[in-house]
C-alpha cells in the first residue's frame, strides 16, 4: 500500500514559501493544497496558479498541517486561529508571531510548534540531542557576524536588492531586532533567561570565549539566552553545556569543543537552512512527534519597541521590525506590561513624542485593534 501524501497549505508567498513550496513539489510525501496570498494573483510566478487563494477557509479546508511564514505577526495570528479552531496542526517559520502571540495557542494546547531551520528551531532540536548526551545546557547562543543599531536606508536597500530578501529582512538583521526576538522566544521556550540589564552581544575574537556565558548561568540558576558577535564564525548556533561524564574523562573532549578556561564545552552546529529543514519538521509532525518549541504557556521576556530618532507626535511608524523608526530589544515581560510589541506597529500614528532610546508604551501610539492586540492583552493580563 502506498505511504499517505499530507496535504500542506501555506501561509505567504514570500521566500520561505517559495522554497519550501519547491521541495514540497519534489517529495513524495507531501503535497501543496493551497497558498494564501495577498498579493495579485497574476503577479505570482513562482507558485501553481491552481494553488494559489485569497481564501483562509479554503486553504484550512483542504489541507492536513498549516504551514504559516508569512513574516507578518498580525496576518499570522489570524491565520494560525483559525486554523487551530478547526483542530489543524501548525508550523511555523515565524519567530515574531510566537514571542507576540504564541502563548496563547500553547495555553490552549493547540499544536503550534517553530519548525527547525530557524535559530530557535536549531537551538531545541541541538538541545533535544546533547542532553541526550548527559550535557547540561549552561547558554543557547546564538552567532552573528555584525550589528548596526542604526543602519542607512541606502545601505539596506542595496544589500535587499543584492541577497534576493525584502528590505524589512535586511533590516531585522542589521540592527539586531531578530536576533532580540529569537534569542525571547528561546528563553521562554526553552526555559531559560536573558541578563538582568539585557543581552550582552559580546563580541568574541573565538567562539571559546564563552566562559562568561557559564559564569552568568551559574549566577542566573538558569541558562542564559543570548547572542555573538564573532567575525567568520559559521551562520549557526551553539549551547555551552557542562557535562560532569565528559570532566572525568579528563581530556576525552579537547580542542574547539572546550571553552578557555574549560569552564564547559562548546556544542556548535555550524548552519541554520531555514525551509531545507523546515520539511524534516513536516515529517516529524506526520509521525505524531511533540512540540519542537513554543513561546511556552508563561513567557518571561517580550520584545519591546525602542525609538531609534525622535518621532514626533503625528508621525507615523510605517512598520516596527525591519523599519527605520524602532528597533526591538527583550526585556523582562513583568515589568514592561506596558511596553508595545515591536511586531504589533504597522501604520501606527503616534500620539506622544518619543525619544531616541526610549521604550515605546501604549500610551504612545493608537494601536489598529486586531485580533492579535487583543490576544497580547490577554495574555499580560494573566502575568
Not at 491552481?50 to 479554503?58: D, G
Not at 557542562?242 to 562548546?266: F, Q, S
Request: one cysteine or more; glycine letters at 8%; proline letters at 4%.
Amino acid at each position: 500500500m502506498a505511504d499517505k501524501i499530507t496535504k500542506v497549505g501555506i501561509v505567504g508567498t514570500g521566500f520561505i514559501a517559495k522554497g519550501l513550496a519547491h521541495l514540497i513539489r519534489s517529495s513524495k510525501d507531501f503535497h501543496i493544497s493551497k497558498v494564501l496570498t495577498r498579493r495579485p494573483i497574476d503577479s505570482i510566478s513562482d507558485f501553481p496558479l491552481e494553488s494559489l487563494t485569497y481564501s483562509l477557509a479554503e486553504l484550512i479546508d483542504t489541507s492536513d498541517i498549516v504551514f504559516e511564514c508569512s513574516g507578518d505577526v498580525i496576518h499570522a495570528t489570524e491565520a494560525v486561529l483559525a486554523a487551530t479552531n478547526a483542530n489543524k496542526k501548525v508550523v511555523t517559520l515565524n519567530a515574531e508571531f510566537h514571542v507576540t502571540t504564541g502563548s496563547y495557542f500553547a495555553k490552549k494546547g493547540a499544536y503550534v510548534t517553530d519548525a527547525d531551520g530557524d535559530q530557535p528551531g536549531c537551538l531545541a532540536r541541538l538541545k533535544t540531542e546533547i542532553e541526550g548526551m548527559g550535557f547540561e545546557p549552561s547558554a543557547y547562543v546564538n552567532i552573528k557576524g555584525f550589528l548596526d543599531l542604526n543602519p542607512v536606508r541606502k545601505d539596506m536597500e542595496y544589500w535587499s536588492e543584492q541577497q534576493g530578501i525584502r528590505l524589512e529582512q535586511v533590516v531585522s538583521f542589521t540592527d539586531g531586532t531578530k536576533v532580540q526576538i529569537e534569542q525571547a522566544f528561546v528563553a521562554n521556550g526553552l526555559g531559560a533567561t536573558i541578563p538582568p540589564n539585557g543581552m550582552f552581544g559580546t563580541s568574541v575574537e573565538s567562539l571559546n570565549d564563552l566562559d562568561f556565558l557559564i559564569r552568568a548561568s551559574e549566577e542566573a540558576g538558569l541558562p542564559i539566552s543570548d547572542f555573538v558577535l564573532c567575525k567568520g564564525a559559521p551562520p549557526g548556533v551553539l549551547i555551552v553545556a557542562k557535562n560532569k561524564e565528559a570532566d572525568r574523562l579528563g581530556n576525552y573532549i579537547v580542542g574547539p569543543l572546550r571553552t578557555r578556561e574549560k569552564l564547559g564545552y562548546i556544542l556548535l552546529r555550524p548552519y541554520h537552512l531555514c525551509h531545507l529543514e523546515a520539511l524534516n519538521t513536516l515529517r516529524r509532525v506526520v509521525k505524531g512527534e511533540p512540540i519542537l518549541i513554543s513561546n511556552s504557556e508563561n513567557p518571561r521576556f517580550t520584545v519591546a519597541a525602542v525609538g531609534k530618532r525622535k518621532i514626533l507626535r503625528g508621525e507615523n511608524i510605517v512598520r516596527g521590525a525591519g523599519g527605520f523608526d524602532v528597533r526591538g530589544v527583550a526585556v523582562p515581560l513583568h515589568n514592561n506590561l506596558d511596553a508595545v510589541p515591536i511586531c504589533l506597529l504597522q501604520n501606527t500614528k503616534v500620539i506622544r513624542d518619543i525619544e531616541p532610546g526610549q521604550i515605546v508604551h501604549f500610551d504612545d501610539v493608537d494601536l489598529a485593534e486586531t485580533t492579535a492586540f487583543e490576544i497580547y492583552r490577554g495574555l499580560i493580563k494573566a502575568v
